[in-house]
């Protein structure tokens, strides 16, 4: 079965500064791979997905993620936070290989303060 | 409507209690998520439909855990003789046709005194 660590619990950076939250997964032939995001008090949001194709996925609010197959991550950076920035935010994973579309298997998150 | 609605957004009931959760996905959206959420935990897959019927319940932790979809729309979680155990956020997300870009509600904060 698929599985999702995120090593860093909390990520506190500040403001303007560049961040990157790790994520590695359980090893696969090909995998479908997603970052969340969770602001306070609101449910989660699609920040980006990989499907197939280029390895470098860009999303919304200026965050980007590399695939790496050969070390199974799927980090997430930003060249420059902002307040608003400050979130939970989770790495995901699902198996394309699944007869039927498959469930989507979560990290346990990671908590990104930006301190002004 | 706009987004998936969840309701109630908290229920508190004694240990024992019958519970039903409601989910209101986007219109049109044939695939429908359930997940628990624990504190400082990420979202724990319980269930997922594609219309009415349950493609993989797989995640539901037992017997006392149920979900329908009666019309393939609206979608009920029921939880049986609850335990503090079952305190938690419960999500419910739905997409346009089974796929990871799922619209998230808001959850539904269950507490079990």
């Known amino acids: 079965a698929q599985s999702v ?34 602001y306070p008090n609101q449910g989660l949001q699609l920040l980006l997905k990989y499907l197939s194709g280029s390895t470098l996925v860009k999303g919304i609010n200026g965050f980007e993620a590399e695939f790496n197959k050969s070390q199974t991550s799927f980090h997430l950076r930003k060249p420059s936070v902002h307040i608003s920035d400050t979130a939970e935010y989770f790495c995901a994973v699902s198996d394309p290989k699944k007869t039927s579309y498959d469930k989507v298997i979560f990290g346990p998150g990671t908590s990104l303060s930006v301190i002004p | 409507g706009a987004g998936v609605s969840q309701t109630p957004s908290n229920k508190v009931t004694e240990k024992g209690k019958y519970v039903e959760l409601r989910c209101d996905p986007i219109s049109g959206h044939t695939a429908l998520y359930w997940y628990r959420q624990s504190l400082g935990q990420g979202p724990e897959f319980l269930i997922y439909f594609q219309g009415t019927g349950a493609a993989d319940d797989s995640g539901l932790p037992n017997d006392r855990f149920f979900a329908v979809r009666p019309e393939g729309s609206v979608s009920t979680l029921k939880i049986q003789r609850t335990e503090r155990g079952d305190s938690a956020v419960y999500l419910c997300a739905s997409s346009l046709k089974g796929g990871a870009s799922a619209f998230f509600g808001q959850g539904t904060r269950l507490t079990v005194v």
Not at chain 1, 11 to 23: D, I, S, Y
């Open chain 1, 5 to 38: 660590t995120q090593l860093d619990s909390q990520v506190p950076v500040f403001e303007e500064a560049p961040v990157e939250l790790r994520c590695n997964y359980s090893s696969s032939v090909s995998v479908y791979l997603f970052w969340y995001v969770q």
